[in-house]
């Protein structure tokens, strides 16, 4: 391991070592009970409970799926979108002003809609997922595709290119590196997507621990959960990071 | 010399005059002002406190009250923390908030029955609660009053968890139940029903309070509020009482009040008249406001049983009628 990544790793934990230590501080200090601020050992022991248990696992489980299809799916939806709004100045002027006026509708709004619509399963925390990942990801499809520039195109169809080697030669690659950045958003918001459809109406998942943690007043639990759901976006945003490095490679 | 002695004589009346003012007319001592957290958003349940402001009973007692809309949880930590002296919440969140150490106390029982029921279309084949073995119902938490109503009714009919297939549908169980997703649901018997009623669909109920007596909303308070403040906490529960006694009486009154509170009351006037005198039935009992320890043992062996409660708390100290006039 080089020294560069020691120190790197060294910084860290010392961050998370003077974290603590505040935080503990705080508590010692302040003699706040359990119910207003839980020392860190008091939420470590409750995280250690739950790990024991399986519980956390099974929780995790159910989150990640609903986050993976939500993302998936809204990924899907609005990159086709995105990709036909920056080709057709029509579709744009017909669409563009209902997709801006949806995302002035909060989500905690329409997923109690989307659970009598659709159920109280998977689907419709899916749904949630994919309805709040939807926009970044379109917004930067489309800018990606736009950012094309008319002398690459020429050159494409000087070349006698196809529609599909001009998509897949020419607009995939440019437009990438601005997709993935929509998708890095994307993926942590599919986070909160999925805990606001959990928290309508579900029996299991991060959320449904978080709302048992605040209705039991079980404390240590809430925080058990918001630490989960804050790894949980840096994984995700991290496997984004990774697929961005790998896939565009040919950048350097 | 002279000149000090005018300044001494006009200090003197100075000061004459102003213990003049004093002695002539005492000061109005100025209202305590109390913010309530109401557990829900405005409605005409809460038609005996907008009754109780409106009439002047808070006001009497020297106190000024203003309503806060915040969640049930939210209001039972804020009274827990210190930061407000009184809350509306139900007993079994007083006996939850408890067992984490938070000191809270229910001083008034506003319900005296519990107002969870269960709920089927007719033509279900569902017409006694034991008829809901294989049935799936819809309940909107595993946890709350609810989950504590349909446990006790279940335990009553010897339903076990295996027996019923419990779905959490959160606050959409009448979408639900019509939509056929569900066989049945378990609601509050003064809210839903009333708008299956409406609806003209027909229905089976099955009343919790009709099998056991459990405990429902009441004022609760902080200890240390009800050790250093008891006659505030007195007059709080005086002035609120007043203002139950006279929406028992004067529904239409009460009714009439809550317009002032209520918004949108007159688009939906049929339906939330039918609300409120459904709930006035929860209200009413031998003595207003009166806990009954039975009714709180049963809530905690309920919770104890559904595992929402790890350990037995100190009932004694989770209620008292001590302040009641």
């Known amino acids: 391991m080089s020294r560069r990544h020691l120190s790197r790793i060294g910084l860290a934990v010392l961050s998370l070592s003077v974290f603590l230590l505040l935080w503990q501080g705080v508590v010692s200090l302040g003699g706040y009970p359990t119910f207003i601020l839980p020392s860190p050992r008091a939420v470590v022991e409750r995280l250690g409970s739950l790990l024991m248990s399986g519980a956390l696992w099974r929780h995790v489980q159910v989150t990640l799926k609903e986050i993976l299809g939500g993302l998936a799916l809204g990924t899907f939806v609005a990159t086709l979108l995105g990709y036909l709004l920056a080709h057709s100045p029509v579709a744009e002027r017909l669409l563009a002003p209902y997709i801006v006026a949806s995302q002035s509708v ?75 950045g929509g998708l890095k958003v994307g993926a942590t918001l599919a986070v909160i997507g999925a805990v606001v459809g959990e928290f309508v109406a579900s029996d299991r998942g991060v959320g449904y621990l978080l709302k048992q943690g605040q209705q039991l007043y079980d404390t240590p639990l809430v925080f058990v959960g918001i630490g989960t759901l804050v790894v949980m976006a840096q994984i995700l945003y991290g496997t984004v990071a990774l697929a961005e490095r790998l896939l565009l490679r040919w950048q350097d | 010399m002279k000149k000090e002695m005018l300044w001494l004589a006009v200090l003197l009346a100075m000061g004459l005059t102003a213990c003049g003012g004093i002695s002539e007319s005492s000061p109005t001592p100025k209202p305590t002002t109390i913010r309530l957290p109401m557990g829900f958003v405005a409605d005409v349940q809460f038609a005996p406190w907008y009754v109780a402001v409106e009439k002047g009973y808070f006001a009497e007692e020297g106190i000024e009250l203003e309503f806060d809309y915040s969640w049930e949880t939210d209001g039972v930590r804020l009274v827990g923390s210190g930061e407000l002296p009184f809350a509306i919440a139900s007993g079994d969140q007083v006996i939850l908030a408890r067992a984490q150490e938070l000191p809270v106390t229910t001083i008034t029982s506003w319900f005296q029955r519990f107002p969870v029921s269960v709920v089927a279309l007719e033509g279900n084949g569902i017409e006694e609660p034991i008829d809901l073995a294989g049935q799936k119902v819809g309940i909107p938490e595993t946890f709350g009053a609810s989950y504590i109503g349909w446990r006790a009714l279940a335990s009553e009919y010897g339903l076990e968890e295996d027996d019923v297939e419990l779905e959490v549908v959160g606050y959409t169980q009448l979408a639900n139940l019509t939509e056929g997703r569900v ?78 509170y209520v918004e ?27 806990s009954d320890p039975q009714a709180w043992r049963n809530t905690s062996e309920v919770m104890r049983s559904a595992e929402l409660l790890q350990e037995s708390i100190d009932l004694e100290k989770a209620f008292t009628n001590e302040f009641l006039p």
């Open chain 1, 106 to 180: 909060p989500t905690v709004a329409i997923a109690p809609l989307l659970v009598i619509w659709f159920g109280t399963g998977l689907l419709s925390k899916v749904l949630v997922c994919a309805l709040i990942v939807f926009f970044p990801i379109l917004v930067n499809t489309v800018v990606g595709v736009r950012s094309v520039s008319r002398d690459l195109r020429d050159l494409m169809r000087t070349l006698q290119a196809s529609r599909w080697q001009m998509i897949w030669m020419l607009e995939v690659p440019a437009a990438l590196p601005t997709l993935l």
């Open chain 2, 183 to 260: 066989d049945a649901a378990v609601v509050y018997a003064n809210n839903e029903p009333v708008q299956l009623k409406q609806a003209g669909r027909d229905f089976v109920q099955f009343l919790v309070a009709e099998e056991v007596s459990l405990v429902s909303n009441g004022i609760i308070a902080n200890e240390t509020v009800l050790e250093e403040r008891p006659e505030l906490a007195r007059a709080f529960v005086r002035a609120f009482l007043k203002g139950l006694q006279d929406t028992l009486e004067d529904p239409e009154g009460a009714f009439e009040i809550c317009r002032q």
């Open chain 2, 264 to 290: 949108g009351l007159e688009e939906n006037e049929d339906a939330q008249r039918a609300v409120l005198d459904a709930t006035i039935d929860y209200w009413r009992g031998e003595q207003l406001g009166e």
